[in-house]
Structure formats: structure tokens, C-alpha cells
């Protein structure tokens, strides 16, 4: 199974999906060895980027490299990290999370997507320009990262290096949207979703607490069942629905392309602002997530023994803050909704939503011709990034920052992200590659 076409990104892809660089929120579980086999093989796999490049390895496992350009001024910073996340059940998976097996024209395993695919098509593209003596019109960075997936420091140092250096980004391309179909009613063209903000995070813990005892005698309205009450009502009562500007501004873009009456009704999102998002909640789990704060409860945990009532119960609530509100709100409104004194609500972490990101000056524009000139046809629109990246770090300092994977993915595929059978097209990789040469050649 472990076959590739020749190609370098491919090849470079499957070596680095091979090697399990998985973070883990117990440091205890992370192999630190698997990093330092990545670096290795990253620099055996693109030698002319490291001998070219100014390359420095940060907090840790974390690359940040300096491509130097016949200018300082305004350089570009591109994205992407080392790490993916943990595989629950290989034995759900169609082809093995970590063999890279080339099937069908897929590249399956854990990081194809998120985020190896990015990282080695950014890496191929400055490979195959320096090769060609081709010397960038401004600094590049590459700021790869190393805990992304556990909201870890490295692009946090990244920033504060950068600012230390007095590098001021003229923009930052991380990952984010892809070029999908079928996301938006009546729209059967392709799209380039182009994150412009994202969302923000909290991480919120539902404690319960009872007297426990034994599973013989319980009690009515012991700490599982309040618990259990409290994720319910979270459950049925969702946050309200609305479009901030961002979202709007997708609808107004793919307008001329929707067919009707789907046309006219998002040609006038602005003033129909309220029904659509009334409408786009009800829609599916992907376009209800445009229209509100999100909370999905992702842990539990209760009685150590099958025996014994749980004297404490716990929920662990992970949230995305849409844009437009705020962490504080966001739990406030939590605790009134699950209404009750004695089930505590405690803070673990919060990153309060990203600002929004111009679309019209020469930033923007270069990613959009970028899009054009490589996918002729696509209709590129900007969006509120739904998850998080490690680009809000940068996005705290830098008005400009873009969250874009070039990569065509299926709905299947968007689903795969931290899922079961994560896998990305060859052409899909190649096509990445294309867009990055062709967005650096641009500066």
C-alpha cells in the first residue's frame, strides 16, 4: 500500500504522515522523539529551503524561517504546524491512520488535511523557487508550529519574535478555509472560503456534586442526574442565531453565482439579514455554526466504579464565540441557561474572538487573483472561521490575517478533520503546491 507517483510532495506527504507527531493535552502521552524525526525528515526532503533559508528552531519542535526577499519591507508570513491530533480507534479506519497508503488517488492518514497536507505544500513550493534561483520581492516567514492542536505557546513565541525583530506582516496566510461545493443552498459552483476572522474559544467545566454512596440505594437528583439536566437544557436552547458583517459579505459574493430565487434573497443578505439567519440555523450543523455560538460537550466523567453513585459528576463544554460577542457573555449566558446554583460553571480557558480582516485592498486581492489564476472558475468569498487557529495569535497584533487551505476537500473530507479516514487528494495536494508558488511569485 505504501506507493506514491514520483512526485515530491506526495512522497514528502507520506514520510511525514508516517511519523506520529501527535500532541496531547498530558505532555506525559506526547512522544517529543517523533518531533525531532519530523524536523529530520523535513530537512532531508527540502534541502534547498534549509540551506537558503534562515531557518530557527523555537519553543521546542516549532520552525521559523526567514526566506530573505530583495526587501525587508512587508514581508508575508505563511502557516501551518507540525502536530495533529490523537486517533481514538484505528480500527475504524478504512486504511491505517499512520501508513500513508495512496488509494484511489487519496493520501490517507492522520495530518493529511490538518495540517502536513499545508506544510509540505508550502515547503515544495519555496523548494522548487529556490531551486529555480528565484529570490522573493520581500521576506517571507514560515511559521510552523508545534501544539496547535493543544493551543500550546509556539506561535505565541513566533509573534513575540517577530515583534522583537520589528517585523511588521503586510498579511498572514494560516490554515482554514478550502474550496468546497454544496455548503450553501443553491450555490453548485465552487467556492474558496477565505477565513477573514474566526471565532473564539472557551473551554468551560459542569460540575455537579451529590453524596454518592451506593448504587444499590441512590437518591433522586444526585450529582449525574443535575448534570444530565443541565447539558439538556444546553441542548434545547442554543444561542441565538444572527450574521455578523463577514457573513453577509459571503452571501453578497456568491449572490450572482446561486441560482434562484437563492440569488436574490443573498444578493440581499443585508437588509434580509434576520430570516436568513433564522433560516441558515435550521439548515444543517455546518451553516448553523455560522449564525451563532456553538457549544458541544466533549468529556465526562462521574463514579470511579459501576457500583457507586458518582459523589461529583463532570462535563467538560467547548464553545466557539461568534464574532461580534464575548467570552464573559458567553458563560454568563451558560449559567443562565442551565439554571441551576449547584451545578458550578468554572472557566478553564477563553480566546476571545478574532477581528475581521479587510477585503478590499491589495491584500485580499492578491489571494483572489492567486485563486483565479490557479483555480479558474472558483468564487472566492470570505467567511468566519469556525474553529481556531494559531493564527489568532498573530491576528492580536496584525490587521491582515487570512485562514485558506488550497486544497479541494469534500464534505466527506471536511468531516474526516479530527475525525475517521482523514485523507486529501493527490491532484488536490499538487493543485495546493501550484497555489502557494503562484501566491509567493505575486509579492
Not at 514581508?75 to 495533529?84: K, S
Not at 511559521?143 to 513566533?158: L, M, P, Q, W
Not at 443562565?336 to 477581528?355: A, M, Y
Not at 471536511?414 to 495536494?429: K, P, T, Y
Amino acid at each position: 500500500m505504501r506507493r506514491s507517483n514520483g512526485e515530491p510532495a506526495v512522497e514528502a506527504l507520506q514520510a511525514l504522515i508516517r511519523i506520529p507527531t501527535v500532541s496531547d493535552w498530558d505532555g506525559g502521552k506526547e512522544d517529543r522523539a517523533a518531533f525531532a524525526a519530523l524536523l529530520d525528515e523535513l530537512r532531508g526532503r527540502f534541502p534547498r529551503l534549509h540551506d537558503t533559508c534562515e531557518v530557527e528552531r523555537i519553543s521546542g519542535d516549532a520552525l521559523l524561517v526567514r526566506w530573505v526577499g530583495r526587501t525587508r519591507e512587508a514581508p508575508v508570513v505563511l502557516m501551518a504546524h507540525l502536530d495533529v491530533v490523537p486517533v481514538d480507534d484505528p480500527s475504524g479506519w478504512t486504511h491505517p491512520p499512520f501508513a500513508a497508503d495512496m488509494v484511489d488517488g487519496f493520501i490517507w492518514g492522520r495530518g493529511a488535511l490538518d495540517c502536513k497536507g499545508s506544510l509540505v505544500a508550502i515547503c515544495q513550493a519555496v523548494e522548487d523557487l529556490v531551486a529555480e534561483g528565484v529570490v522573493p520581492a520581500r521576506d517571507v516567514w514560515l511559521s510552523f508550529g508545534c501544539n496547535e492542536e493543544i493551543s500550546g505557546r509556539a506561535a505565541k513565541d513566533a509573534v513575540a519574535i517577530l515583534r522583537e525583530r520589528r517585523v511588521e506582516p503586510w498579511f498572514v496566510v494560516d490554515e482554514g478555509g478550502a474550496i468546497v461545493e454544496g455548503v450553501l443552498p443553491g450555490v453548485d459552483a465552487e467556492i474558496a472560503v477565505v477565513g477573514v476572522s474566526e471565532k473564539g474559544t472557551v473551554d468551560v467545566d459542569l460540575t455537579a456534586r451529590g453524596d454518592g454512596g451506593h448504587a444499590s440505594a441512590p437518591r433522586r437528583g444526585g450529582a449525574t442526574a443535575r448534570l444530565a439536566r443541565a447539558i439538556t437544557r444546553l441542548e434545547k436552547r442554543p444561542f441565538p442565531a444572527h450574521l455578523p458583517d463577514a457573513t453577509v459579505e459571503m452571501m453578497e459574493h456568491v449572490a450572482p453565482h446561486a441560482r434562484m430565487p437563492y440569488g436574490a434573497v443573498f444578493s440581499h443578505a443585508r437588509l434580509l439579514r434576520p430570516v436568513l439567519a433564522q433560516v441558515l440555523a435550521r439548515l444543517g450543523h455546518e451553516t448553523a455554526a455560522l449564525t451563532r455560538t456553538t457549544v458541544a460537550v466533549t468529556q465526562l466523567s462521574g463514579s470511579p466504579g459501576a457500583n457507586v453513585i458518582a459523589a461529583t459528576a463532570r462535563a467538560h463544554v467547548n464553545m466557539r464565540v461568534m464574532v461580534g460577542e464575548t467570552v464573559d457573555g458567553a458563560i454568563e449566558r451558560v449559567r443562565k441557561t442551565v439554571g441551576d446554583p449547584r451545578v458550578e460553571v468554572t472557566l478553564v480557558s477563553g480566546d476571545e474572538p478574532s477581528p475581521v480582516s479587510p477585503t478590499d485592498d491589495a491584500a485580499y486581492r492578491v489571494l483572489e487573483s492567486t485563486l483565479e489564476d490557479v483555480f479558474p472558475g472558483i468564487v472566492p468569498v470570505p467567511y468566519v472561521m469556525l474553529a481556531a487557529t494559531d493564527s489568532r495569535h498573530f491576528h492580536r497584533v496584525w490587521p491582515r490575517v487570512y485562514r485558506f487551505t488550497p486544497f479541494r476537500m469534500s464534505t466527506a473530507q471536511r468531516a474526516s478533520i479530527h475525525g475517521v479516514d482523514e485523507r486529501i487528494g493527490v491532484e488536490a495536494l499538487l493543485d495546493g503546491v501550484r497555489w502557494y508558488r503562484r501566491l509567493l511569485e505575486s509579492l
